[in-house]
């Protein structure tokens, strides 16, 4: 079977993306609506809450190594399959069990997707992996921008039920993309590759990792913590699920856009410059936000979005590079683990800051990681150099 040209793959791989991403964020504004109709408790809601982020991020890291060391093209498909199914179905449950069933399997096929697509959208273009991750995330974060949106409009005008009318054209899509992504997929079949264990992927890189993670957490903390405690600010002021979706997708269509001026400004000798500057930007417009009503803060969420878009792509790439050997796992770390442990954070002191009833107080502290994330970069090492690890013997 004949490759597809590059640039085409790449395309097709982003549309995926999108249309895995619009999937995953339905649930963003529906967290009051769920509450409600289940008469869930707050201790049923972080549950649910740090169950579906762990299992559609932390679980990344599992399909990440299982991927370099076997070939996961499957994964293309039978990922965004269940997120598409489980992600559809959340108008038909009617339980806290239900509720964690469907969250678990949707959240497993979305992270099954992400390492995999990530590293082939790097294996596409090799000389220019950060434009490239650039594209590819502007795929997933447009997808993130149009999910609250279309999520928070039907079920403010057909209810939760309204969801299961996206399944049709969900399924559809996904047979078409992942029909023409067959070829593309195929790209390093022929290649064997070697099993490399943790120990020795890591050895010589414990500290970088590390802090690579810790940046990644703080934002977010940021990204997923503001939207999220923007949802229960806007409900508690009589706001309906459609502005709630309006405005996370604000944000998440500034991000977009962010990522899209990464792929065209950011190279290799500002790279650093961007890894740094856009998330310490970011948090003084999060404030902003918090404090405006109305389209003032779609405004500002927008340019906060924009801010911080410009940096993820661009901590991908950094992740890749320091972990050469293991491109799936490095991505599965900055686009899956950070998520899961940041979610943690934001359940942990979304809880606390409820109880106080001031979700203000909530965005605020959360906006602030941002800015915290940019002050650690400047420790992270410099992956232009190589790395001195010890010999270790072949984990084949």
Known sequence: MRLAHPIVALGLLTLLHGLVDTFALFLQPLWPALERQLHLNQVDVSVAYVLWNLSNSASQLLWGYLGDRYHGRWLLWLGPLAGIVCMSALGLIGSVWALNGVLLVGGLGIAAFHP???????RLTPAHRSRAMSVFAVGGYLGQAAGPFMSGEIVAHRGLGGLTWHMGWGLA?????????????RIDHHVRRETISFTRLLAGRVGGVALLMTVGTLRVVTSVGVPMALAYLIDSRGGSTAQTGHVQSSYQLGIGLGSIICAAIVTARNERLALWLTPLLSTPLLWWACAAEGETRIVAMTLAGTCMGGAF?????YGQQLLPEGPRVASSLTMGVTWGLGSIVVAGLLVLFRQWDRPDWAIYTFATGGALSSLLCFGLPDVTRPVTRPAAASGR
């Open 116 to 122: 995999e697509a990530a590293a082939l959208a790097g």
């Open 173 to 185: 899509m996904l047979l078409v993309l992942s029909l023409g992504l067959r070829s593309a997929s």
């Open 313 to 317: 792509p661009v901590l991908i790439s």
